[in-house]
């Protein structure tokens, strides 16, 4: 293999060289001759360069005083990497960006933290070539998108709506008339009275008396977020709760919901949602199933890194298993990759035929799975436990609970005696059991639940898992055999492609895989992360208490978070005598959040009407699959939202329909606090701070309009408790204002730098060389005998733990402590609303299909040119990113992609202009084929095919801004979205669960055009 892959790698490079010889023959020639070509660069060697931020003579770093050198934040996406931003201390400008050395998403390995800063610069030089170790790198996104700073779209001021919603017709206000006019309402636009801010917030006032689990006025209004860039603590906390609503949520349910619930049903854990990544370092073969490495994924950049880094010099071998080929497949690595092409929400299918291999084999971890307690781990010590020996009872009133005693402990039968004993006092459980047992003088029909999963993967042939999955069944028995042959160094990773209809199983039944070996907690495995330092709330403060600080009750906009069988409806159809099902709409108990379905319930009433909405850099009409149909529901303010409220940067897909636009600060302008999202073993915390003014407009006190000001000035102008005066209280009791963002990020930082051992202080030549001089007058006044502490993480970008701290042995040093739950007790006794149809426990292989249980084929048209449509992320474009010009040049477009053979079937060729046809909608793109993809398929990158962000034509105070024809180009995939009418007139296709929106396996037909 090795030597293959060296002839490869000569041939490649034959190749290359003698076609850059054919390509070049001028140019070379012009060289050889020393002619001048073209306009002649400033020097002879570098070129047009710029100048370095950096030399080294004689063993002396000189810094360039032209230029200053400061830590930063990426929000090129949703990994938020650890950066450096150079900046041109004469005109203000930044001219270049790279990777943060301390930060663990930046660089593997990363600086020991006390490195010292001058340390940190020579070791990414040349220098000894110490640069190559220690490379610190920022993606294509984190190079270019900072351009989107000195967009000719981005707002500064904010926008009062002219004319209908939509027209995207504004005209400027002030920052106080946007407050007056949001917090009292009235006849805001000639189209008659709008109810503000004041009145809705009524604590005391239920929104509907007949109906008081919905809770009382304040939850009408509702407020939408982005993934956590690092403020959305200060969003939820000082500002919804403070209002008293129940209604935030964040972009998941358009993201990776089916993902996150579906670890989280296996974590045992609907609260907080915790999720998993593989240990890449130390893994030996990562299964990686609707998600690719290298190319998608979070953390983006690390996660490519780390596999590159596995794949040669390491013992990694893996599987990709999505519909198009990515870059984590490479043939440089041979045999070490490989690409598995599945149908578009074929996963399920695929993965239960696994387990059923596995279990039909006896392949898995008998002797971990039987552990049935944290008491019997400790006893074996062992890194992690099951609940596959629990036993679940199967009739009667306690169907679907597990078997547990009157203090709530699990009982089992214990391997070694037969006999039912409380789990706490077992070594280890039977795991095939199924017999009347007897608890507490009460006897139960029971069956393990390992059972339960083995009966549920022998439910179809491993030739019907096969033909659903769209891959012959030798490759799953391969497949399944490969993954159990290399112990508990094996990771499983799934993300995006599992936001299909039935996505949430799939996650379930690939987490369970793991759980099959052993491998959470175990060193290559599966990891919980390495957390965070204490930040919000920590040594010197908790920022997220304050006085009178409200407690939000009731039911949610998005009927997440609560069980209709709670509900009024449901008691009153009860004690009526009727059959309480179905709902008039879906309720989903187990769902953290679901932004997809806003519109939809507000504009049904049900469970009511909002009379207030705020967007904040969200944009659910360009991400959302199905978002077309919601748009006639936003243009009448009287259907669904009355008052609408955008906090944006830019005039976005979704914010072109508010009422207000507010500006927020962008990329380098901002605070925040962010930790990893995944695949980081130790504590990390980045931290971010304004490094560059913001042009926009500002407030009476002189704080530019963000975010932050906004709900500071906002909450004052309410009297919201935890705003103003005495608005934050230090753990000692002092009380501190808050009217400016700094009063409150700074003390988080404080936080983070006193985290358990306290970082050392900051000397005056770290101050000088991190630019912290203009901040030195606010850390002494906010932060005071800490100030110097506060500077030295401030420097730094954040705080990270070294990588000695992230094993013990075999085992990972932050251990996830929860049973695995081969059968989720909170899922196995909930029930769709619809039907009354209980869902399983465990995973189990469900077809595409609606939410009230009709399969999605009715949704097909059904002839030879039938094909299931995915999205695939880019590595390149992403939705906060359409700004950047940089990045066109790039990647200018997207394309309808096509396997050859299935065009060439149809007559299509390359490059064609074709129209792809669901019955949502439709898109039209150019044709590109392709080799891999599977051939049932068609696939489009995500990112492009906009209108909003500079897209579309403005008007503001009269004037037009054309949009760029380079930002409406490529292909929106989301426009082919479906209705799913059991969930109201616009209410959109998703998990049937979960309620995830569902982007994936859309039935759709192609065809080309004249």
Same mark, same amino acid.
Request: one cysteine or more; a negative charge; glycine letters at 8%.
């Given at each position: 293999m090795e030597e293959g892959r060296r002839r490869f790698l000569l041939g490649s490079g034959v190749v290359a060289g003698s076609a850059a010889v054919v390509g070049y023959k001028e140019t070379l020639g012009a060289v050889a001759l020393l002619k001048d070509k073209g306009e002649r660069a400033k020097d002879s060697i570098y070129g047009e360069a710029a100048e370095p931020e950096v030399r080294f003579e004689s063993g002396r770093t000189l810094i360039n005083p032209k230029y200053s050198i400061r830590p930063s934040v990426c929000n090129g996406c949703t990994t938020h990497c650890g950066i450096r931003v150079k900046i041109n201390q004469e005109s203000g400008a930044v001219e270049r960006v790279f990777g943060n050395p301390y930060s663990l998403l930046s660089s593997d390995p990363w600086l020991p933290y006390n490195t010292p800063l001058k340390e940190s610069l020579e070791v990414l030089s040349a220098q000894k070539e110490s640069g190559l170790h220690h490379r610190s790198t920022a993606c294509a996104r984190g190079n270019a998108v900072y351009d989107k700073l000195n967009d000719s779209f981005r707002v500064t001021k904010p926008l009062k709506r002219v004319g209908k919603r939509g027209?995207?017709?504004?005209? $400027?206000?002030?920052?106080?008339?946007?407050?007056?006019?949001?917090?009292?309402?009235?006849?805001l636009f000639g189209e008659g009275e709008v109810e503000g801010l004041r009145s809705i917030r009524q604590l005391d006032k239920l929104i509907d008396e007949e109906n008081p689990e919905y809770g009382s006025s304040a939850n009408r209004l509702c407020v939408l977020g982005t993934a956590d860039e690092g403020r959305q603590v200060v969003m939820v906390q000082r500002f919804v709760q403070s209002f008293g609503t129940v209604n935030f949520m964040g972009h998941t349910s358009i993201c990776g919901l089916s993902m996150r619930a579906g670890e989280?049903?296996?974590?045992?854990?609907?609260?907080?949602?915790?999720?998993?990544?593989?240990?890449?370092?130390?893994?030996?073969?990562?299964?990686?199933?609707?998600?690719?490495?290298?190319?998608?994924?979070?953390?983006?950049?690390?996660?490519?890194?780390?596999?590159?880094?596995?794949?040669?010099?390491?013992?990694?071998?893996?599987?990709?298993?999505?519909?198009?080929?990515?870059?984590?497949?490479?043939?440089?690595?041979?045999?070490?990759?490989?690409?598995?092409?599945?149908?578009?929400?074929?996963?399920?299918?695929?993965?239960?035929?696994?387990?059923?291999?596995?279990?039909?084999?006896?392949? %898995?971890?008998?002797?971990?799975?039987?552990?049935?307690?944290? $008491?019997?781990?400790?006893?074996?010590?062992?890194?992690?436990?099951?609940?596959?020996?629990?036993?679940?009872?199967?009739? *009667?009133?306690?169907?679907?609970?597990?078997?547990?005693?009157?203090? *709530?402990?699990?009982?089992?039968?214990?391997?070694?005696?037969?006999?039912?004993?409380?789990?706490?006092?077992?070594?280890?459980?039977?795991?095939?059991?199924?017999?009347?047992?007897?608890?507490?003088?009460?006897? %139960?029909?029971?069956?393990?639940?390992?059972?339960?999963?083995? @009966? &549920?993967?022998?439910?179809?042939?491993?030739? @019907? %898992?096969?033909?659903?999955?769209?891959?012959?069944?030798? @490759?799953?028995?391969?497949?399944?055999?490969?993954?159990?042959? %290399? *112990?508990?160094?094996?990771?499983?990773?799934?993300?995006?492609?599992? =936001?299909?209809?039935?996505?949430?199983y799939a996650t379930y039944a690939v987490m369970m895989l793991g759980a099959l070996v052993g491998n959470l907690n175990h060193k290559g495995g599966m990891s919980m992360g390495g957390g965070k330092f204490e930040d919000f709330n920590g040594e010197a403060y908790n920022l997220i208490a304050y006085p009178n600080k409200p407690k939000p009750q009731g039911a949610?906009?998005?009927?997440?978070? =609560?069980?209709?069988?709670k509900t009024s409806e449901f008691k009153r159809k009860v004690a009526q005598g009727e059959n309480p099902y179905p709902a008039k709409a879906p309720w989903y108990g187990l769902a953290n959040a679901l932004e997809s379905d806003v519109i939809t319930n507000s504009e049904e009433g049900y469970p009511y009407k909002l009379g207030a909405l705020i967007s904040w850099c969200a944009n659910f009409i360009y991400g959302q699959s199905g978002s077309e149909h919601l748009l006639e529901s936003l243009k009448d303010p009287k259907r669904a939202i009355p008052l609408f409220i955008a906090i944006d940067p830019f005039i976005n897909e979704t914010s072109r329909w508010a009422d207000y636009i507010v500006p927020d600060s962008?990329?380098? @302008?901002?605070?925040?606090?962010?930790?990893?999202? *995944?695949?980081?073993?130790?504590?990390?915390?980045?931290?971010?701070?304004?490094?560059?003014?913001?042009?926009?407009?500002?407030?009476?006190?002189?704080?530019?309009?963000? =975010?932050d000001s906004f709900i500071i000035e906002l909450g004052k102008a309410l009297g919201l408790p935890g705003f103003?005066?005495?608005?934050?209280?230090?753990?000692?009791?002092?009380?501190?204002?808050?009217?400016?963002?700094?009063?409150?990020?700074?003390?988080?930082? $404080?936080?983070?730098?006193? &985290?358990?051992?306290?970082?050392?202080?900051?000397?005056? $030549?770290?101050?000088?060389l991190a630019g912290l001089k203009e901040y030195a007058s606010k850390l002494q006044a906010i932060n005071g005998e800490n100030w110097r502490r506060v500077a030295y993480v401030m420097a730094r970008g954040g705080r990270f733990a070294p990588i000695e701290d992230a094993y013990k042995g075999d085992s990972l040093s932050r251990a996830y402590p929860k049973a695995i739950s081969i059968y989720n007790e909170a899922l196995g006794t909930s029930k769709n609303s619809l039907t009354g149809e209980r869902y399983s426990g465990v995973p189990r292989f469900y077809a595409p299909r609606f939410t009230d249980g009709r399969a999605l084929e009715e949704a097909g048209l059904g002839d030879s040119r039938s094909f299931l449509a995915f999205s695939y992320k880019s590595n390149v474009l992403s939705a906060p990113t359409t700004a950047s010009r940089h990045l066109k040049e790039l990647r200018y477009t997207t394309f309808v992609d096509m396997n050859s053979q299935s065009a060439k079937a149809l007559g299509i060729v390359h490059g064609e202009r074709v129209r792809v046809v669901s019955k949502g909608g439709f898109v039209i793109g150019i044709c590109r084929l392709r080799e891999g993809i599977h051939p049932r398929s068609i696939g489009i990158e995500h990112g492009a095919g906009r209108e909003g962000e500079g897209a579309i034509d403005l008007l503001i105070n009269g004037n037009v801004i054309r949009g760029e024809i380079a930002r409406r180009s490529g292909v929106n995939i989301n426009k082919l979205g479906l209705k799913d009418a059991s969930k109201g007139k616009v209410g959109t296709l998703s998990d049937f669960v979960i309620g995830s929106n569902a982007r994936q396996g859309i039935p759709v037909w192609i065809e080309k055009l004249s």
């Open positions: 027209e995207n017709a504004w005209v $400027e206000i002030s920052p106080e008339q946007l407050i007056q006019e949001i917090l009292e309402g009235g006849n989280a049903a296996y974590l045992n854990d609907f609260v907080g949602y915790p999720h998993l990544k593989p240990d890449f370092k130390n893994c030996k073969f990562l299964l990686n199933i609707g998600t690719a490495p290298a190319h998608a994924g979070n953390p983006f950049k690390r996660q490519a890194k780390l596999l590159a880094q596995a794949r040669t010099t390491g013992e990694c071998r893996y599987v990709t298993v999505t519909p198009i080929l990515a870059n984590s497949d490479n043939i440089a690595v041979g045999e070490r990759s490989r690409w598995l092409p599945v149908a578009p929400s074929g996963d399920l299918a695929l993965v239960m035929g696994m387990i059923r291999l596995i279990i039909e084999e006896k392949r %898995y971890l008998a002797d971990y799975l039987a552990i049935p307690s944290l $008491e019997s781990q400790k006893a074996l010590e062992e890194v992690s436990f099951t609940n596959a020996t629990h036993l679940i009872i199967q009739k *009667g009133e306690k169907e679907g609970q597990i078997l547990k005693d009157s203090q *709530g402990s699990p009982w089992v039968i214990d391997v070694k005696e037969g006999v039912l004993r409380d789990s706490k006092s077992v070594l280890r459980g039977e795991l095939d059991f199924a017999g009347e047992v007897t608890l507490e003088g009460v006897s %139960y029909e029971v069956k393990s639940a390992f059972l339960l999963l083995k @009966e &549920s993967a022998l439910a179809y042939t491993l030739e @019907e %898992y096969a033909s659903f999955s769209g891959i012959d069944s030798k @490759e799953i028995v391969h497949l399944a055999r490969e993954f159990t042959s %290399y *112990g508990r160094s094996v990771g499983v990773d799934c993300h995006g492609g599992t =936001m299909h209809t039935t996505g949430f949610r906009i998005d009927r997440a978070r =609560m069980a209709y069988e962008v990329m380098y @302008e901002t605070w925040g606090v962010v930790s990893p999202w *995944g695949a980081s073993l130790t504590k990390a915390s980045h931290l971010r701070y304004p490094i560059l003014p913001s042009p926009n407009a500002k407030w009476s006190n002189g704080e530019p309009v963000s =975010m103003g005066k005495n608005g934050i209280v230090a753990k000692s009791g002092e009380k501190f204002p808050f009217d400016r963002p700094e009063e409150l990020y700074l003390r988080a930082f $404080e936080n983070i730098a006193l &985290s358990g051992k306290a970082v050392p202080e900051i000397s005056d $030549e770290e101050i000088e």
